[in-house]
Structures are given as C-alpha cells and as structure tokens.
C-alpha cells in the first residue's frame, strides 16, 4: 500500500500525488465508502497501484477539516477572493464565508479585486471597510493598484508551506489572482458569463496546485450558500469581535438580540463593531433560528 495526497477531483477519478512525485489516477474503493465519506481533493490516503499509473484508495486517513464549498480537506488558510465591484461587493457575503471558516477552524485572508475600478470616493469607502475588518482582527490586503507586487508578495508570504484553498463568487477574480501569484499556471479565466449561459457552474474541478512553496486549492466559485450547519446559539462565538466584548455583557450566554445591558450592541452603537457585521448577525441568526430541524441528522 502506498501514501500519497489527492492533488485534483475529476468526474470519479482522484488523482494522488506520491511524496516521491509520482502522480497516480485511482478511483475510489475502500472501506470508508460504506461510512458515507467522499474521498476530497486535500485528503491524505492509502491506495493501492495498477497498471503502472493507476491504483484505487483503500483508506482516507483522519482529516484535520473539511469544506463543502468548496469541497476539500486538511485546510489551513483560505483567501477569501472579494470584488470590490463588479460584483458588488456584499458584506453579506463575505461575513457568511468568515462565519464558515471560523466554524471550521481554518484561517482567512480577505483580498480586494478589481480595485481598480472603484472610483476614488468608493475607493475611500473600501480602505474604511478594509480597516475595520483588519481590526476583527482579520487578515486583509486591499491593493494600492490591482495586483501590485506589494499585494502579491504579502500573500505569497502569508501562504508559503501552508495549505490553502481560494474561494470567492463566481466572477470574483480566483482564478486571476492566482495567475498573478503562478504566471506559469495559466488558468482559464472569466467564464462567468459562459457559466451563468447555461445556468451552472462551467467546471467541478477542484485541483490543488504548487505555488510558492505552498498548496493552494482553485475552486469553480458558487452562485449561492448552504445553510450553516450550528446551532443558532453558536452563531456569535464565530464573530471574533462579539466574543471578546460578550464578556462585558449583563447576562452569560446573551445572544446580543433583545438583552438589556448587552457590551456587543453597545459597542455597534459606539462604532467599535461595525455596523454591517451586526446587522448581518442578526439576519443570520433569525434564519438559523426559524430553519426546520434537519431530520436528515
Ligand atoms: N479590472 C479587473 N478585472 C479583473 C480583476 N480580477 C479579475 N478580473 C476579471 O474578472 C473576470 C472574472 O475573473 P476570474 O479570475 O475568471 O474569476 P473567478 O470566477 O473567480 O475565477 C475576468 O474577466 C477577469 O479578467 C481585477 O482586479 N481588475
Ligand atoms: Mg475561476
Ligand atoms: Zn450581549
């Protein structure tokens, strides 16, 4: 038996990288199929060789996380691709994907593009964004001009010898940006429009690729979210900020809704938290909150 890691998932097959740098396309086979598990582009495996460059995996080994959108394993970072227009940019959005990797124990890194089409006084309003996220605190890189090396080489520092996956909306910039970081990689770009044509994603594939001494994940983007799978009770323990004001609260375990004496909703009064981030707080909590039970658990 053989140990190697899935590099890239393609209609059914896995193709495994070998510590060696051998590269073997297998299906999946074991045990673990029985348990419901889905080999991920990401997981660590044991697989069996045939046929020279073909093989199938036996064993998916214990992962660190996982994602389902996108659909990968054994994550440490991710950035978190984010248009500053075109598509406009959506607090909204890009809190769901925090609250997402928060849940999931994997850090973000929230990049601005298309920077360059902001007009100066939108462009005043992003650094003012950009800032307050960055005092979450939260990684963030709003480029002086698109792509310039300064942005480039704070992410290629900040993800070296890390694994890392790249989300964002379709039509964010993933696919570009990483370009940018790996000219040789040559990705396809701008196939939103073709995508949104015919109504789905144009591709499934999810690969993992070797740039500047670490791995990272190009994923086809999404069109819309799955529903958080906590308990609406939870849900501000994923809010780094609220956390660490809840602690001046009047009551333990205040949810920061209709509490008296609450430190989170003083604190948005007082312009410490950011408004948007509240606001989007409260949405989501009403949604997880008046969701049906899921009987599929
Ligand atoms: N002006 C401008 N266009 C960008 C920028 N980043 C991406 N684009 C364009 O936006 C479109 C979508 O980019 P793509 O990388 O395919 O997005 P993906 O779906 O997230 O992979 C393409 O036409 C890109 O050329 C940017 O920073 N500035
Ligand atoms: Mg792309
Ligand atoms: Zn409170």
């Known amino acids: 038996m053989t140990k190697g890691k899935i590099y890239q998932s393609l209609a059914g097959f896995y193709d495994v990288h070998t510590a060696d740098d051998k590269v073997y396309r297998t299906r999946a ?16 495996v044991e697989f069996q060789i045939e046929d020279g460059d073909k093989g199938y995996i ?34 909204n959005l890009l809190d769901r994907q925090l609250i997402a990797l928060e849940i999931s124990q994997i850090q973000p890194i929230i990049y601005f593009t298309k920077t360059d089409l902001l007009s100066e006084s939108k462009r005043q ?47 964010a910039g993933k696919s570009t940006l990483l370009n940018h970081l790996a000219p040789n990689l040559d990705l396809k770009t701008g196939e939103i429009s073709a995508a949104l044509n015919r109504g789905k994603h ?9 740039v500047n001494d670490g791995l990272i994940a190009d994923t086809p983007g999404f069109s819309s979210y799955d529903t958080l799978d906590i308990d609406f009770r939870e849900l501000a323990g994923y809010f780094p900020e ?40 409260l949405q989501l909590y009403t949604d997880i909150k008046n969701r049906k039970p899921n009987y599929k658990k």
Not at 66 to 87: E, F, G, H, K, M
């Open 125 to 171: 309003e992003l650094a003012t964004i950009a800032a307050d996220y960055a005092k979450i605190p939260y990684e963030v890189i709003l480029p002086d001009s698109a792509f310039s090396d300064e942005a480039l080489n704070r992410l290629r520092k900040l993800f070296s010898k890390k694994e890392n996956v790249i989300m964002g909306q379709t039509g």
């Open 29 to 44: 086979r074991g045990n673990f199929r029985k348990r419901k598990i889905t080999p991920l582009v990401g997981d660590d």
């Open 242 to 281: 609220f956390k660490r004001a809840s602690s001046k609260c009047r009551f333990r375990g205040c949810m920061h809704v209709n509490e008296p004496d609450c430190e989170v909703k003083r604190q948005v009064e007082s312009g410490q938290i950011m408004k948007s981030r509240y606001e989007n707080y």
């Open 202 to 210: 144009t591709t499934r594939r999810v690969a993992l690729l070797n």
């Open 58 to 91: 036996l064993e998916i080994l214990p992962r660190k996380n996982s994602l389902v959108r996108p659909p990968i394993a054994n994550i440490d970072q991710a950035i978190v691709t984010t248009a500053a227009t075109q598509p406009e940019f959506s607090s």
